[in-house]
């Protein structure tokens, strides 16, 4: 079993920076692919990142490319979510997820509550 914990949402200013954190209280950290996904109101979830479970591989959603990184600490049992250069475009609920490799909400077992991320002009 895993809980996922997301942490980290905000206000900003477009132009700013977010660091979003998903933490776990199970022991199955290390073997689940974690990915984060976010909805932004009146849209479907999309896929933004994923991470490997050794945290060597990674992937990301063409808008997230260049401005986004994906990064885990195993011994902490926590992922994290770099966010920089952040637009209008970006405000949603992030969500963090444990599954296999896929960019997939449907291939994605366990899921966080959601962090709220609000970008400003």
């Known amino acids: 079993q895993m809980q996922l914990v997301e942490s980290g949402g905000g206000s900003v200013q477009a132009g700013g920076s977010l660091r979003l954190t998903c933490a776990d209280s199970?022991?199955?950290?290390?073997?689940?692919?974690v990915a984060w996904f976010r909805q932004a109101p009146g849209k479907e979830r999309e896929f933004a990142a994923r991470?490997?479970?050794?945290?060597?591989?990674?992937y990301y959603a063409n808008s997230a490319k260049g401005r986004f990184t994906i990064s885990r600490d195993n011994a902490e049992a926590a992922i994290y979510l770099q966010m920089n250069n952040l637009k209008l475009e970006d405000t949603a609920v992030y969500y963090c997820a444990a599954g296999t490799w896929s960019s997939r909400i449907s291939d994605y077992k366990y899921w966080g509550q959601g962090t709220q991320v609000t970008v400003y002009s």
């Open positions: 991470i490997s479970p050794e945290g060597t591989t990674t």
């Open positions: 199970g022991r199955a950290f290390g073997f689940y692919t």
